[in-house]
């Protein structure tokens, strides 16, 4: 998987040379202390093998943040990221999975019609879910800087309509 790919500096011409090497274990990994951030990694590893038309790079190992020149944004200004962790859905969430999460500062309005249309409306269950992920908060209750993104911290949640939150985001699992 793009950043997780362990051969990169040998299959993929970045510029400058040579590509980052991911671990390989089959996880794109937030990274931990000594790790390679490979949920920066990937968008290096997109763009360097054509997959992407914006050039991504990471400077670094030692590269621990999302900036605009190693990741993209959303139409909002919050930073896109894919990763296997378990930071989407309620708070009790401990599975982790691949995911895909839409970065924060989204209206809650708009994760709302996405998850209707696309899923199941609900943002504790199905492939779409709410996401902690980037200054969300402890719990999905919690919100953004102002106001909720949903209404409960279970299962059974519902997107907080009401609250106008303008700092939410979602995750796509998957698999």
């Given amino acids: 998987m793009p950043g997780d790919y362990a051969y990169a500096s040998a299959n993929i011409a970045c510029d400058p040379a040579p590509c980052l090497n991911g671990n390989g274990n089959g996880r794109v990994e937030p990274g931990t202390p000594g790790a390679i951030h490979e949920e920066i990694l990937v968008w290096q590893h997109l763009s360097a093998a054509g997959y992407l038309q914006v050039g991504y790079r990471m400077s670094g190992s030692g590269e621990t943040s999302a900036t605009t020149q190693n ?7 919050g930073y896109l990221q894919i990763a296997y962790d378990s930071n989407w859905g309620y708070s009790g969430n401990t599975t982790p999975r691949h995911n895909i999460k839409t970065g924060n500062q989204v209206p809650v309005g708009v994760l709302s019609e996405v998850d209707r249309k696309i899923d199941d409306g609900k943002p504790g ?3 779409f879910q709410f996401s902690r992920y980037a200054g969300f908060g402890a719990t999905p209750s919690a919100g953004g800087a102002a106001g909720a993104c949903t209404n409960a911290d279970t299962p059974g949640a519902a997107w907080a309509i009401k609250a106008d939150s303008t700092n ?3 995750a796509t699992l998957l698999y």
């Fill in 71 to 77: 990741t993209p944004r959303n139409v909002f200004g």
């Fill in 125 to 127: 269950t199905g492939r």
């Fill in 168 to 170: 939410c985001g979602a």
